[in-house]
């Protein structure tokens, strides 16, 4: 079978702000609050959405405003999967735990496809965060499609 990446219909549309969603393990939500915290100039530039008690512990450290999905467990991670299949997402950051089986694993696994899919940048961890964030904040037009 052949691997073929596509874009949604309408393509990822152009916006004055990216769109970031910020999805982290239990394991993990100190780390992205403390990501959020040592890079909310950059967030701050960014409209955010997240999965539910994500969202909120970052809202809450940060004052930062973010669009809460449900959470990841409760069908969050499907929620981002179709924003990022419908073109409404331009990076996503998800600090996962690599050493812990996590129940809803299909769900996780359906998003990571949809990243890979449609072409969209995925961190897993602090550094590749930090530059996958600084490269759509001074190189938007790198998230356009080709052609």
Do not use: W, Y
């Not at 909120?56 to 449900?70: A, Q």
């Amino acid at each position: 079978m052949e691997h073929k990446t596509v874009t949604s219909p309408k393509g990822r549309r152009r916006r004055n702000k990216a769109t970031v969603a910020l999805i982290a393990h239990d394991a993990k939500k100190v780390d992205i609050v403390m990501f959020a915290r040592e890079h909310i100039d950059l967030l701050r530039s960014c409209q955010l959405i997240a999965t539910g008690a994500t969202g909120r512990n970052i809202m809450k450290s940060t004052g930062l405003d973010v669009k809460c999905m449900l959470a990841g467990p409760e069908g969050g991670d499907l929620q981002i999967g179709g924003l990022i299949a419908s073109g409404e997402v331009d990076l996503v950051i998800f600090f996962r735990d690599p050493l812990t089986a996590q129940p809803h694993d299909p769900d996780i696994s359906a998003l990571l496809r949809v990243c890979d899919v449609h072409n969209i940048p995925l961190a897993t961890n602090p550094a590749s965060a930090r530059l996958m964030l600084q490269g759509i904040i001074r190189q938007p037009d790198a998230l356009a499609p080709a052609g």
